[in-house]
């Protein structure tokens, strides 16, 4: 299977650096690893991302499916040409988590000329499904 990304030439470290001054610095969402199809990112489960009865928040889930979504979206344009926006985010969670780590992997569904489509798990540290995500980014031309 051929490689997803028309941006070749980047580092996990170009990916995190993104994060300055983001809701992901702030969140500590980082990349931690991408391959051929996907790309995946971490966020802690602390005081900073649970709701008030100790649980990881929906929010902060869905706030790492579109950070993750989002940059998968930027590696697979022009961006001399383009540039990507989320327009449609859902959330399913399945299971509760109240400390620890959670990781993000993102894979296409679909990958167009004008939007894009991406599968969002994110698991804990055992591997189980904490939240699955779908996220639809719309594809624009940039204005000359």
Known sequence: MPAIWKQYHFSI???????KGTLAETLEIKFVEFGEDY???????DNR???PYGLL???????LAETVGSVASSLCIDKEKQTCVGIEIN?????GKSDGMVTATCRPFHIGATT???DIRIED???KLVCISRLTVAVLGKAR
């Open 39 to 45: 790309l995946k990112a971490t966020l802690p489960v």
């Open 116 to 118: 894009h489509v991406w």
């Open 13 to 19: 470290d170009d990916l995190n650096k993104l994060a």
């Open 57 to 63: 928040h929906g929010g902060a889930s869905a706030a």
């Open 49 to 51: 991302t649970r709701q």
């Open 91 to 95: 959330c399913n969670h399945i299971r």
């Open 125 to 127: 540290e055992r591997g």
